[in-house]
């Protein structure tokens, strides 16, 4: 596609299920990250995906937080055991390069946990 | 401990004037400083970046400022059209990172006609 893009859009989900987000990033570039913003927050780095290299998974906040990306493209951020305070708009993007100059975001998923 | 600081979460600008954001940061590392902007229901858009080495750089209607002793930079609109209208966040490097972006909280930027 032309953009980064993720799926689904909206998520709601109840408590203590588990929950796969999805991103299809822009064809060709070698990095890919994942931010969530919460209500009145900042862009919070969750992790950072740059070719062959092992993931910087340094931003998630626990062990029900993990991200994997297949074949150096589409990657999937799935939490476990969803909690309220996971409650947030997951966004993704992509660059050619390591440093997010020209970075491209895709519109996020907004992930509701009732 | 916030490393990117936006203080003001929200500016109104007449349309025609200057629109000014400030960002502070606290990390002496970072050696490489963006502008994003979103607006609602969308995904975050680059706007102008800066290096360290650099203290303004300049793309149209829009011009960053950095001062590196006072570990601030500005971005200015001029002139301000009613679609800036958006949340500007900033964002900054550490120098010999995996090149993470460090967000502020944003501004809600409001350009009145």
């Known amino acids: 596609g032309a953009g980064v893009s993720q799926s689904p859009s909206n998520k709601v989900t109840e408590k203590g299920k588990d929950v796969e987000l999805r991103c299809d990033p822009i064809?060709?570039?070698?990095?890919l990250y994942w931010y969530r913003q919460s209500l009145g927050q900042g862009l919070e780095f969750l992790i950072y995906?740059?070719?062959?290299?092992?993931?910087?998974k340094s931003g998630l906040p626990s062990d029900r937080f993990s991200a994997e990306r297949t074949g150096g493209s589409v990657s999937t951020l799935t939490i476990q055991r969803t909690q309220q305070e996971d409650s947030a708009v997951y966004l993704c993007?992509?660059?050619?390069?390591?440093?997010?100059?020209?970075?491209?975001f895709g519109q996020g998923t907004r992930l509701t946990v009732v | 401990d916030q490393q990117v600081k936006q203080n003001s979460p929200s500016l109104s600008v007449q349309e025609g004037r200057i629109s000014i954001l400030n960002c502070d940061y606290t990390n002496s590392m970072f050696d490489y400083f963006l502008w994003y902007k979103k607006y609602p229901a969308e995904g975050p858009t680059f706007l102008i970046s800066i290096s360290s080495i650099k203290d303004k750089n300049e793309d149209g209607r829009f011009t960053v400022f950095l001062n590196k002793s006072a570990k601030h930079l500005s971005l200015h609109i001029v002139p301000s059209q009613p679609g800036d209208s958006a949340v500007y966040f900033c964002?900054?490097?550490?120098?010999?990172?995996?090149?993470?972006?460090?967000f502020g909280k944003g501004t809600k930027l409001s350009v009145k006609p």
């Open positions: 993007a992509s660059s050619l390069v390591r440093v997010l100059t020209e970075a491209f």
């Open positions: 995906f740059q070719g062959n290299s092992a993931p910087d």
């Open positions: 064809s060709g570039h070698t990095a």
């Open positions: 964002a900054a490097v550490e120098r010999g990172s995996q090149g993470n972006l460090i």
